[in-house]
């Protein structure tokens, strides 16, 4: 029985992180429609910024968002004006096709600049564990689930208080409206694929500091966050990070409780049956 | 006129087979050449039967080696224990593709899972079959399972070269080629070609959106799964990572920038991105690993934002061009989506 609680509560620490990543999938998609299948490589992109900023200048792991945050943020934004702002009116499916290039080049470069084997920084501040009662929890962890927890309520007071933030979900809810009053639907959409792919800075040097990086890792990250997504629904913040505790202990459990192998198994097909049966997800306004 | 027009269709049609049918000749004995127009073949099959459902239907299905991979373990699997043929094999693989298809595609439609979440749902399909292969050890297991080696035998399909397998596929492009053909002008091809428009306006006007759209998908399901028998032949195993997701993702890839719904465009985007990849790896890649992916995604991208009807607009254009210097009217009809 300890076991499995252990794994849950292990699960559920991680998933924090995904929440963390699928904010920043869910504001692109959420308020310009953007099928973003980059976005797991974004992660990919980050967490090897984040390699090569610690191991460059023996930066700590957990400091190092402090430089990628506003690369990511540039890169974001530069990524839209150039790529998406075109397709905008096109097809969906030619945007799959330019995210789906920009995937492919992301992964590319990863290869061509840091080779095919995985990459980890040495050490982090943030290591050891603690027990509480007969579980245990590793700092890396539990300070990365503390962060994530707070930059999604940071990101949630910044839409709900600040006006660009509201722009942004104006520009959500209902673009002609938001455009009558005001608001430029460019730059509100280069905003929030700057901001979703900043956020994905911050996941990437937490997970640095217990993870190793990969150039085929932008895949997973990118299934989980549209399966966490699939599972909240748009415009719920706080069902966004229920559901990604949820994939988080699903994916735990069935390591620790069927087989290592089977973690991608349940999230897929949590995925699937997530859309089956609640197309809208458990939170979801539309 | 329209005559005239069928006639020159079919020349070019004539001389393009032609040139398939003389390729192997052309380029002699290079066992290294012939691999990759194999692969260019390869994925001009799977891109065209792609477009039944992607193109038409409108539907992007990023599953494709999916049925692939239920194709080739099937008859893989058969060839292996009980050595049945795989002429049997492609037949029941192609049904096993079929009836996964449909297991998949009943509750998907019925649900109204569409665009953006019906890809995504397909991709995931890939990662589940592979992890459940994998996981599977009586069929799949980590390590792969080979077939029998035969320097030449039809009965199991195994070649010591890869000319056969050439010709078999472009056999099997000529025949997904005319299943496109004949569905564009038959009843379903139209209602499908509306729900790729506009899917709640069709379904307005009384198409029966999931019925047409689980159709479509059996037609794409059975001919992947039976190129799957190929497939495993042709590389003499089978391994759980036949199901990769980055394959299948290409398949559709080259379906939109070959231009949507176009019967050839596929297979145009298909001879052009899969020689141009496999002649930059060629050339490339003993030096830098990757830069030939890096230098294809952005052939991909600079097409998807500046030529989204695709490449073979180029050629439907360029061939207008022609048929109305040939023909001195200028009245010609201008490209439409129905194809050349």
């Known amino acids: 029985m300890d076991i499995v609680v252990q794994s849950i509560l292990n699960g559920a620490l991680m998933g924090c992180v995904y929440a963390l990543i699928t904010l920043g999938l869910s504001l692109i998609f959420g308020v310009m429609n953007v099928v973003n299948f980059a976005h797991g490589d974004f992660v990919m992109l980050s967490m090897y910024f984040s390699f090569l900023i610690g191991s460059t200048w023996g930066v700590d792991a957990v400091f190092t968002p402090a430089i990628t945050l506003p690369l990511l943020f540039i890169f974001g934004i530069a990524a839209y004006y150039l790529l998406i702002d075109g397709t905008l009116r096109q097809k969906y499916v030619t945007q799959i096709a330019v995210t789906v290039g920009l995937m492919t080049l992301l992964r590319a470069i990863a290869q061509l600049v840091w080779k095919a084997q995985p990459r980890a920084l040495p050490y982090s501040v943030i290591q050891g564990s603690f027990h509480i009662g007969a579980y245990n929890f590793m700092f890396s962890r539990l300070i990365s689930a503390a962060v994530s927890i707070v930059v999604i309520g940071g990101v949630s007071l910044f839409l709900s208080k600040t006006w660009p933030g509201r722009a942004i979900r104006a520009a959500s809810d209902d673009l002609d409206a938001a455009s009558l009053m005001g608001v430029s639907y460019r730059s509100i959409y280069a905003l929030a694929f700057g901001l979703g792919s900043a956020l994905t800075a911050i996941a990437g040097g937490l997970l640095m500091t217990f993870q190793q990086v990969d150039p085929t890792m932008g895949l997973r990250f990118g299934l989980l966050s549209w399966c966490v997504l699939a599972l909240a629904g748009l415009g719920s913040i706080p069902g966004l990070l229920i559901s990604g505790l949820i994939v988080g202990a699903a994916e735990s459990i069935s390591m620790t409780l069927w087989d290592p192998r089977a973690r991608s198994l349940v999230v897929y097909l949590i995925f699937i049956l997530a859309l089956w049966i609640r197309p809208r997800g458990l939170f979801g306004r539309k | ?340």
């Open chain 2, 1 to 340: 006129m329209s005559n005239r027009w069928k006639a020159i269709n079919r020349a070019l049609l004539g001389v393009a087979l032609t040139v398939a049918l003389a390729v192997p000749l052309l380029i002699g004995s290079n066992q290294y050449n012939l691999v990759l127009v194999t692969t260019v073949l390869l994925y001009a099959v799977l891109a065209t039967a792609w477009n039944i459902i992607g193109g038409m239907a409108g539907q992007l299905d990023l599953a494709a080696f999916a049925y692939l991979g239920l194709g080739a373990f099937t008859s893989g699997t058969l060839l292996i224990r009980w050595n049945i043929s795989p002429w049997l094999g492609m037949i029941l693989g192609g049904l096993v593709a079929t009836g996964f298809a449909v297991l998949v595609g009943f509750p998907l439609f019925r649900f109204r899972v569409r665009e953006v979440w019906y890809a995504l749902t397909s991709a995931a399909l890939v990662e589940v079959l592979k992890v459940a292969f994998v996981m599977w050890e009586e069929v799949g297991g980590p390590v792969e399972r080979y077939l029998p080696y035969y320097d030449f035998s039809l009965y199991h399909l195994r070649f010591g070269t890869y000319l056969p397998y050439y010709y078999i596929l472009l056999a099997f492009l000529v025949v997904a080629v005319l299943v496109n053909r004949h569905l564009s002008r038959t009843r379903l091809g139209f209602y499908l070609r509306a729900l790729g428009e506009d899917e709640d306006a069709a379904e307005v006007l009384g198409v029966d959106a999931r019925t047409c759209k689980l159709k479509a998908l059996m037609i794409y399901a059975f001919i992947v799964g039976v190129v799957g028998a190929i497939y495993s032949c042709m590389y003499g195993f089978i391994h759980p990572n036949f199901f990769s997701s980055p394959a299948s993702t290409e398949v559709a890839i080259l379906g939109i920038v070959g231009g949507m719904g176009i019967t050839y465009g596929p297979l145009v985007a298909a001879i052009f991105l899969v020689s141009m990849r496999e002649f930059l790896r060629a050339n490339l890649g003993g030096h830098l690993e990757s830069l030939y992916l890096a230098i294809y995604a952005v052939v991909l991208i600079v097409i998807a934002l500046f030529r989204p009807q695709g490449i073979a607009t180029f050629l439907q254009d360029g061939y207008h061009w022609v048929i109305s210097k040939v023909t001195r009217s200028d009245h010609v009809v201008k490209a439409d989506s129905t194809g050349v």
